[in-house]
């Protein structure tokens, strides 16, 4: 396989986000990734998870006939309810599932609705 791998065909790790009684709870699925190889941060309202897979094979003394795992970095960025505080934010990663949990994420503001106006016609 001679593809190379580009902004189009690059890993993005699968995320759920749902609540979990008052928090709001992220979960990232990153297989064969080491924790120490993961960054979570949280800036204006924005939390991004990045980080790298490895693949641990020199690949120059390969020759793939198949290739479907992805391997190298990968970002993922959520905006997060207005008013999150980094003190409420924890993570826990086991099993290559990255758990993010925002404790009280989940009691959002009902949405506020915009009345859409006819144009006299």
């Not at 120490?36 to 939390?47: K, R, T």
């Not at 094979?57 to 999150?84: A, D, K």
């Not at 934010?89 to 949405?111: Q, Y």
């Amino acid at each position: 396989e001679d593809q190379r791998r580009t902004h189009a065909t690059a890993w993005i790790p699968t995320t759920d986000i749902f609540a979990r009684g008052d928090d709001l709870v992220i979960r990232c699925e990153l297989p064969g990734v080491s924790r120490d190889d993961i960054d979570i941060s949280l800036s204006d309202g924005v939390l991004t998870i990045s980080g790298e897979r490895r693949s641990g094979l020199n690949e120059q003394e390969l020759t793939y006939y198949t290739r479907e795992r992805y391997f190298g970095h990968f970002r993922r960025s959520i905006s997060l309810p207005e008013g999150v505080e980094g003190s409420k934010v924890s993570a826990d990663f086991e099993d290559g599932l990255l758990e993010i949990s925002i404790e009280g994420g989940a009691n959002l503001p009902e949405p506020q609705r915009i009345r859409i106006r006819s144009r006299p016609g």
